[in-house]
Every structure is written in structure tokens, then in C-alpha cells.
């Protein structure tokens, strides 16, 4: 990682999404930046950083970090998650960064607010999670994909099972954890792949946990910057309100029905248009919200 100092705040607020599409506005903390993962799919290709291939930032600053934190705890009146990992992973670096000591403890003075950690990391051994009493206002969230997917398109990152595993580790250990499912991509004989996943998904042993759903999607200009892979091969202008590349309408609405019908806890949709939401009945809040 490169260590550098931030100037502009750690926390701002995302109001972008357009009407007709259900993605509620959040919370953003920036508390590092970029991934260590380099999945061909993200949406962070479309970043200059990434382009020249510059490795994610640590920024040296923390307790300015600490201080927005805490400001904002006192002052945000409305119940909200604070999303530590919108734009990077937030556990890949965690043995080095030691975020988690500075902000859990924040968020344990309170009921009213939540931070949402979201990951691909498989790393059972983070003493914090291990050893520190685990509180409500915190939310973990695992990001996991089918076995192909992951060969095709995230190999940089953790097997997903390994993943899991991870999940389900901290979740023994008393931790809030939730699991997503994106981008689910129409690989050839997609529906064996990803039931591999959802069977252990079933077996995970809360039954309050939710999962969030999302298929492949793309704005424009991300073809043009992620590497020849062919993930977006399927993705075509469905006229929808955020202008992103989606999967056409029906495909899409299989692909979560079959998950539906297959997954016994909750389930979302991520970055979805309001109709695909009626359609599917699939209403239920998503990772991000409380």
C-alpha cells in the first residue's frame, strides 16, 4: 500500500442514484482506497489509479479520520450505516491498518448508527474480530460468487468458500453478518454453479441473516477500461434509469426467482430498478441498510 495523507473529508454522503432505481442514498466512509483484489468486473477500473495499475492508499491521517467519525455520530440525526467498504475492501488490510480498534469502539458508545464493513477476505485469524466482544452496531458483509466466476473474474481474491468459511467463523463468534451475491454473472450451466453456493449458504447457522442479490452491470465506459474478459458480454441498454448496462429485463428476473425459491433467509436486490423489485416481490432491505 502507499501511505499518503487525505485532504478532502473521510465521510460524504452518495445522493446519485436516479429515480426508478432502488439503491438508497449512503453513507461513505473512505478510510483507505483502491483493492487488493482487482476484480475484472469493478467498477473501480473506471478510476485513473487503477488504469495505471497504482497499488491501493493508506491514509496516514487517521486521527482527522477519527475525529469526522466521531462528528458525525453527534450529529447525524437520522438512524444510518456508515459503508467502510465502498471504495475498498474493508478487511484485506486490516492486520497491517488496525482500523477496526479506532472505529469499532466509536460505534459501540452509540444504538443508533451502524458500520458496515464489506469484504472478500478470507482471514479468520483478524484478532480484533477474534478476541474483541462483538456489538450490534457493527455489520459484516461477505461479497461471494460462484467457483467459475471467481476463476474467470476474481482471482486475486479468496475462493468463495473460503469465504464463507470466514463468515461463518465470525459469526459463531457473535458478529452481525450478511452475505452478497454479486455481480451473478450467466456463466454456462450457471444454475449448477451457483447452487454449489447457495447450499452453503442454507447450512450457515443463523437464520436472521440476509442476502443481497445483483446481476452483472456496467456503466458505458467500463468495457472500455476493464481487460478483455468478456464479463460484460451479456449486458445490453435496457433503457433503465441509471443509464448502466444490465442483463435484459427477463433474464434477469429468472435469475433472481431461482435464487429466491432456492435461499431460505431474506433476500435483496442491489442496484435495481424499481420494476424488477415489484415484479419479483423481493422487497426485503438490503446489505446496506439497517
Known amino acids: 500500500m502507499v501511505e499518503k495523507e487525505r485532504k478532502s473529508p473521510f465521510i460524504h454522503y452518495f445522493d446519485k442514484t436516479p429515480e426508478g432505481i432502488r439503491c438508497p ?62 471504495l475498498s475492501d474493508s478487511l484485506a488490510f486490516e492486520k497491517k491498518l488496525h482500523l477496526l480498534d479506532r472505529l469499532v469502539p466509536l460505534f459501540e458508545k452509540q444504538s443508533k448508527h451502524k458500520l458496515l464493513l464489506l469484504t472478500k477476505s478470507a482471514d479468520r485469524d483478524i484478532d480484533f474480530l477474534n478476541f474483541h466482544k462483538p456489538t450490534s452496531q457493527v455489520v459484516l458483509s461477505w461479497s461471494v460468487n460462484c467457483n467459475q466466476v471467481w476463476q474467470d473474474y476474481e482471482k486475486s481474491a479468496p475462493n468463495p468458500f473460503e469465504r464463507l468459511s470466514a463468515a461463518y467463523t465470525y459469526m459463531r463468534r457473535g458478529w452481525k453478518v450478511r452475505i452478497r451475491i454479486d455481480p451473478i454473472v450467466p456463466i454456462e450451466d450457471w444454475t449448477s454453479e451457483y447452487n454449489r453456493i447457495v447450499e452453503v449458504i442454507n447450512m450457515l447457522p443463523s437464520p436472521n441473516f440476509r442476502v443481497t442479490l445483483g446481476t452483472i452491470r456496467c456503466f458505458p465506459t467500463l468495457k472500455n477500461f476493464c481487460p478483455p474478459s468478456g464479463v460484460f458480454n451479456h449486458c445490453i441498454d435496457n433503457g433503465d434509469p441509471d443509464r448502466r448496462l444490465r442483463l435484459p429485463f427477463p433474464v434477469r428476473k429468472s435469475i433472481y426467482q431461482w435464487f429466491a425459491r432456492r435461499l431460505k433467509v431474506k433476500v435483496a436486490l442491489c442496484k435495481e430498478t424499481e420494476k424488477m423489485i415489484e415484479e419479483t416481490n423481493l422487497k426485503s432491505p438490503c446489505n446496506c441498510m439497517l
Open 25 to 86: 442514498h449512503f453513507w461513505i466512509l473512505s478510510a483507505s482506497l483502491g483493492c487488493a483484489y482487482f476484480c475484472k468486473y469493478c467498477y473501480l477500473n473506471l478510476s485513473l489509479r487503477y488504469q495505471k495499475g497504482e497499488l491501493p492508499i493508506f491514509y496516514s491521517n487517521q486521527d482527522k479520520m477519527v475525529g469526522e467519525v466521531s462528528e458525525w455520530l453527534e450529529k447525524t440525526e437520522t438512524p444510518s450505516v456508515l459503508n467502510c467498504g465502498e
